[in-house]
């Protein structure tokens, strides 16, 4: 078969499929429409009544905003103690002291030549030995008290203003317990 008669029978076969397609009856259609023309429209629900809006007076505004600091009141002595808060920036930094607290995890602890020591996981997967006094954590955390299940960590943060720092207690707990 050449290209012509092929041409010539796809040609024929459109045609043919064409002409089936426009030989169709309609009257079915024709019948369901007229019977759905005869038959009365449907009723519209009324729309709902709104409520009217009414305007909340906010009774708290003369009171601190929960986003300002809180003004205390604290005698002389402990404002000079917290003053004495405040880290050592000319201390040599530790390994442990790039990860921030919440990514170092207790695995374990060690006693080897009477010294106790705890086994921290840092985040890269290393393990490292500690003891009290040791720092570790992004905010001056100073190891304070170590336990078979948990070790103590003191941070040093700032309080918000330009020279003041707190103290804040923190626990790395044993993976599992």
């Known amino acids: 078969m050449n290209c012509v008669s092929r041409s010539l029978l796809l040609l024929c076969l459109t045609g043919g499929l064409l002409g089936a397609c426009s030989a169709r009856d309609l ?20 729309l709902p009544t709104l409520k009217a809006y009414e305007a909340f007076a906010y009774s708290a505004t003369n009171l601190r905003s929960p986003f ?14 917290i003053a004495a808060i405040k880290p050592d920036e000319n201390r040599a930094k530790e390994f442990l002291e790039q990860f921030t607290l919440d990514s170092l995890l207790m695995v374990g602890t060690l006693a080897r030549d009477k010294n106790n ?11 490292h030995r500690v ?24 941070e040093i943060v700032s ?6 720092w707190v103290e804040r207690p923190r626990t790395i707990k044993l993976i599992g317990k």
């Not at 720092?135 to 948990?150: C, E, F, N, P, Q």
């Open 27 to 46: 009257a079915d259609l024709d019948r369901f429409m007229e019977e759905k023309r005869t038959q009365p429209g449907g009723i519209i629900a009324p």
């Open 68 to 81: 300002d600091r809180p003004i205390e009141v604290r005698k002389t002595t402990q404002l000079q103690a």
């Open 117 to 127: 020591w705890t086994l921290i996981k840092d985040p890269e997967g290393g393990v």
């Open 131 to 154: 003891r009290a006094g040791n720092y570790l954590g992004r905010h001056h955390g100073k190891i304070v008290d170590m336990a078979d299940t948990s070790v103590a960590v003191v």
């Open 159 to 164: 309080d918000g203003t330009s020279e003041g």
